[in-house]
């Protein structure tokens, strides 16, 4: 399994603003995955993220709103830009381990106000 | 496109109660399926994982079965706890993506 931290584990922002979240995991990984979780609903897919590389963007998603960087293989940061109330959710990294068992951080509350 | 179902939204049980939480998926093609457990605003916690060719998995009280050819699993917990009041993912791993593709949980909370 792999134990993976995320900073900061909540905030409350300005609309306007940008917030830059960091996932952190306690081994070297491939790809590490950016989730976001809106009120009420379940997970959706924001990006892939693979070192050295840029990353993947699913559809609805894009790079100008949700900058990734993942300079090594333990460390990813997602930055929401230009924040509206819309963008309050929980977002949350995630990796794969053996077999394709996905391993989730404790996730960052986000509220835009 | 596959989608993921999870009956029901919510459920409330009395403490000691077996139960069983259902999702179903529209395509059977899935590398696998897993089990989260998430808390009020928190982050996942991996159940169980199965394999397509893995009839079912257990862990202590949990017992997750998977009928990938009628889109079905089951997630079996037995003599449930307080401590088990949680929302219960399921997320299939679809093959033609490759991508995990989510329900929209369901809620439990078992009463002391």
């Known amino acids: 399994s792999a134990v993976i931290s995320q900073k900061p584990s909540r905030d409350i922002c300005q609309r306007g603003t940008s917030l830059t979240i960091q996932c952190q995991v306690d081994?070297?990984?491939?790809?590490m995955f950016w989730y976001r979780q809106q009120p009420g609903q379940s997970l959706t897919l924001i990006a892939t993220?693979?070192?050295?590389?840029?990353?993947?963007?699913e559809s609805g998603f894009v790079i100008d709103k949700f900058p990734i960087s993942r300079p090594n293989l333990t460390f990813s940061t997602l930055t929401v830009s230009n924040m509206s109330p819309e963008d309050s959710s929980i977002y949350l990294c995630?990796?794969?381990?053996?077999?394709?068992?996905?391993?989730f951080g404790p996730g960052t509350r986000l509220t835009v106000t | 496109k596959q989608e993921v179902t999870q009956i029901p939204a919510a459920l409330s049980v009395p403490e000691g109660e077996n139960l069983v939480l259902n999702c179903s998926f529209t395509?059977?093609?899935?590398?696998?399926l897993q089990w989260f457990r998430q808390d009020p605003g928190k982050g996942l916690t991996s159940l169980l994982l199965?394999?397509?060719?893995?009839r079912e998995q257990t862990s202590g009280r949990l017992n997750a079965s998977l009928d990938k050819s009628s889109g079905r699993s089951t997630l079996y917990i037995a003599a449930s706890q307080p401590g088990d009041s949680a929302t219960y993912l399921c997320?299939?791993?679809?093959?033609?993506?490759?991508?995990?593709?989510f329900g929209k949980g369901t809620k439990l909370t078992v009463n002391p």
């Open positions: 993220a693979n070192q050295g590389s840029e990353a993947t963007y």
């Open positions: 395509d059977s093609a899935i590398y696998n």
């Open positions: 199965i394999q397509s060719s893995q």
């Open positions: 997320a299939v791993r679809d093959g033609g993506s490759e991508k995990l593709v």
């Open positions: 995630s990796v794969e381990g053996d077999l394709y068992e996905q391993y």
């Open positions: 081994s070297q990984v491939t790809m």
